[in-house]
């Protein structure tokens, strides 16, 4: 038993250290990918080359070299992305200045790269270089005209995120010019600082941005080459620091019905809170108005109802009061809007009463008449009727 027990034990070490010792990121799936380049002379060129990720850890670049051992050009890096994730690409910008004069010829630059990897394996130099041809070419007067057609970076002008986030956005480039679109955090940081569109293209693009402030800016800086350049800005929102929307502890409504003197208004106060809430409830009233007032307490998450009177002033003229429950600090307040009764005035009743009592005279009168006829019929006689 014990034989088979350690068995076991070891089976299980292998299966859990296995995969580890087996996908363990390595300097080797590192790739760097560069391309023949070519300089104008006389002018400065950047150039945009990839570090490809094909392990499953993040690469961080501590440090990018570019450099040269040939006459008539300047070979330099100018940025790159602080971080390659796993199974994506990172942006290297090389510089490269052909000074006047330098001769048209094929020359070769070198790139190296030095970082670790998310689990701390360090990758130098000697681990991940490439050597890509550079041609200084010159002028040519008879260059053709470049088709500076349509170029735009479609995006939002606002995005929120969680002290980091994700833009997705297109860039839509038909010039006859290859487009670099070099990005800069203000108040933020991002994962990619230059994108390379070539010319007569539409492309989807993800940027990761990171920022503990308020608020940032994301610059986009188009270079398109002969076509000029073109300038965007995307305001950054990090939602950690916005006060949440405040609530209400107390939910308040109410019924109201008429009253002998005046208007019983029940007022319902519900406790929103995990929290005792004490308060007065008033009527907030004209002066020579009669109304309750209460010390209330509820305890958290109470429902109660209190039976409130008012009695208006006899001729206010005033048809709306709040009802007002003030506690710990704040205060809830609703309009009550009252339905008053119409009061006639005394010269309406009086005619009203006038002409109903001349109405019943004039119909008694009528009855009495046809009363005295009918009785006066029945005892004359007419002389036909006469019995001789």
């Known amino acids: 038993m014990p034989r088979i027990k350690n068995f076991l034990c070891f089976v299980l070490i292998a299966l859990v250290l296995f995969p580890m010792v087996s996908f363990a990121a390595d300097c080797s799936d590192l790739e760097l990918v560069v391309t023949d380049v070519d300089v104008k002379e006389g002018s400065t060129a950047s150039f945009a080359f990839y570090l490809h990720n094909n392990t499953n850890e993040r690469f961080y670049i501590d440090r990018v070299s570019a450099y040269d051992f040939a006459e008539g050009i300047i070979t330099q890096a100018l940025r790159w992305d602080r971080v390659a994730l796993s199974g994506s690409e990172a942006s290297i910008v090389i510089s490269i200045e052909a000074p006047e004069g330098a001769s048209a010829k094929d020359r070769n630059a070198y790139v190296q790269v030095r970082g670790h990897f998310l689990s701390g394996k360090v ?185 409130m009177r008012v009695i208006p002033e006899e001729k206010s003229e005033t048809q709306s009061f709040d009802i007002v429950f003030q506690y710990n600090g704040s205060e809830e307040r609703l309009s009550v809007q009252l339905q008053k009764e119409k009061r006639e005035e005394p010269f309406a009743i009086g005619l009203t009463t006038l002409v109903a009592s001349a109405i019943l005279a004039g119909i008694l009168v009528m009855v009495i008449i046809i009363l005295i006829g009918s009785t006066t019929s029945k005892r004359i006689k007419e002389p036909w009727q006469e019995v001789v």
């Open 123 to 307: 990758c130098h130099y000697r681990d991940i270089k490439a050597v890509f041809p550079v041609r200084v070419i010159k002028e040519d007067a008879s260059e053709a005209v470049p088709d500076c057609g349509h170029f735009d970076i479609v995006l939002p002008s606002s995005i929120n995120i969680h002290n980091f986030g994700t833009l997705d956005f297109i860039v839509e480039n038909y010039t006859s010019e290859d487009a670099r679109i070099y990005v800069k955090g203000v108040g933020a940081s991002v994962d990619t600082i230059m994108y390379l569109i070539p010319a007569k293209s539409r492309v989807y693009k993800t940027l990761r941005i990171e920022s503990e402030q308020t608020s940032a800016l994301i610059l986009f800086d188009a270079d398109l080459g002969a076509c000029g350049t073109k300038s965007y800005e995307l305001t950054v929102h990090n939602v950690v620091f916005e006060k949440p929307e405040e609530k209400p502890d107390v939910e308040m409504s109410y019924s109201i019905a008429k009253d002998e003197n005046g208007y019983l208004v029940s007022v319902t106060l519900k406790n929103l809170s995990q929290f005792e809430i004490n308060g007065i409830l008033y009527a907030e009233v004209p002066e020579n108005w009669y109304a309750d007032s209460f010390e209330v307490m509820l305890a958290p998450f109470e429902e109660a109802t209190i039976d």
